[in-house]
């Protein structure tokens, strides 16, 4: 609680700034991308099933929100001296509901194989067929991926090499 919320209820939320990432994907599996080219990637983390190959890896943040809702009350009154020790005081007083919508930024480690996409990570991970991606929106930093009615945004190091993965892996 701060000074200004202690002496004046005035509420100001800390707004979450996205992590600083730095890409794992390889320069060598990056100018493959370049040149049209999928790469493949040996990763140990990720279990493959057979025939299943990995081209795409690289740390990722998926990108939410959530509503934080809090109250605030507003007070209104006067006092006025009736008499010498006798004041009198009238007031009411309400409270509003106020709704403040804040970025969430959960980190882990995106994959694309030839068959799934997977965000790996402590909490929100997903893995979805690649035959059911409908549709993908690029961004400069980010992606959207969409599965049927669900969308996921994810912050990505090096956006362009997932778009150009996908892409390829699409056609």
Known sequence: MGLLEQLFGIY????????????VL???AQKSLQNGILPVLNVSTLIMSQGEVCHYVDKACLFTKKIERHYRRVNRGSSFRV???WTYHTGNGESHPV???LPVYTPGYLYFTNKRVVFVAKEKG??????SLTAVTGYSDA?????????????LPSA????????????
Do not use: D, N, V, W
């Open 83 to 85: 008499m010498k020790g």
């Open 12 to 23: 100001t939320p800390q707004i979450p700034q996205p992590p600083s990432m730095t890409s």
């Open 26 to 28: 390889p320069f060598a």
């Open 126 to 131: 997903f893995e979805k067929k690649l035959s």
């Open 160 to 171: 362009p090499s997932a778009q150009r993965t996908l892409a390829l892996l699409k056609h």
């Open 99 to 101: 709704e403040i919508e």
């Open 143 to 155: 992606i959207g991926l969409q599965f049927s009615s669900k969308t996921y945004s994810i912050l």
